[in-house]
């Protein structure tokens, strides 16, 4: 199972970012796809969950309304849409799934939202 996140970088807040996870080793189309953040000194959390056929999604309080998780099990692909930003936001962002019981994280990609 590899999972890849891509999309992050410096915004300014008010901006938008479009986060990417490319998934391989695993039939993406069975199984639920989660993004998580870690911010400095803050424990990981969860974000966003999206289940394995797209039409069920749940969101962290804070992100409700902001932010869209979707998928593309074409393209074994899953994203989540960022829009009015928040220095808060600021993050290390982690793309999640379990696979036969098994934890699997991306590496993560870092979004900044700062002036």
């Known amino acids: 199972v590899q999972l890849v996140e891509s999309g992050g970088g410096l915004v300014q807040p008010g901006g938008s970012l479009r986060l990417s996870c490319v998934a391989s080793?695993?039939?993406?189309?069975?199984?639920?796809m989660n993004w998580h953040r870690q911010a400095p000194g803050k424990e990981r959390e969860l974000v966003a969950r999206?289940?394995?056929?797209?039409?069920?999604?749940e969101y962290e309080d804070s992100v409700k309304g902001r932010f869209t998780i979707s998928r593309d099990n074409a393209k074994n692909t899953v994203y989540l849409q960022m829009n009015s930003l928040k220095p808060e936001d600021t993050a290390v962002y982690y793309c999640?799934?379990?696979?036969?019981?098994?934890?699997?994280w991306g590496q993560g990609t870092q979004v900044t939202v700062s002036s």
């Open positions: 999640y799934t379990v696979v036969d019981t098994v934890n699997h």
């Open positions: 080793g695993f039939t993406f189309s069975y199984y639920a």
């Open positions: 999206i289940s394995s056929g797209g039409g069920t999604t």
